[in-house]
């Protein structure tokens, strides 16, 4: 097979945009399952970091079920986690500090095990 990764892309439908922020972030559908997913097409990238994640399955962050270079940009498909934004939160007026502060340590706990991986990984695109 000359490309077996258009061959798994191809198992994929785009449904929508979800970012484009110098990356093409979709929204897409596994044609078969019906599952929802997320598509990044990253033009920066670090190849052995989207390993590291893949590998590392840690809680909090997305599973990596797929990822390939083509082109000069690395394709990763990722779990879809569809739920309220911190930003959602912030609209509907000021959270109580209890919730501020769960928040926090929640968000810590998936720093550390992002940075206690070998090589440690340093998230640089934190979004509420």
Do not use: W
Request: charged share 25%; glycine share 8%; with cysteine.
């Amino acid at each position: 097979m000359e490309n077996p990764g258009a061959f798994i892309l191809d198992q994929y439908e785009e449904l929508t945009d979800l970012a484009t922020d110098g990356h093409v972030v979709k929204l897409v559908r596994q044609k078969i399952s019906g599952q929802l997913y997320v598509k990044k097409s990253l033009k920066r990238y670090d190849a052995e970091t989207y390993g590291a994640l893949a590998k590392a399955a840690l809680p909090g962050i997305p599973k990596i079920h797929y990822q390939c270079e083509d082109e000069g940009r690395l394709i990763v498909i990722e779990d879809y986690i569809h739920g309220r934004t911190l930003e959602d939160d912030l609209q509907l007026g000021p959270i109580p500090g209890v919730r501020v502060r769960e928040i926090a340590l929640s968000l810590c706990q998936i720093l550390e095990g992002r940075h206690s991986l070998t090589p440690s990984i340093v998230h640089r695109d934190l979004k509420p």
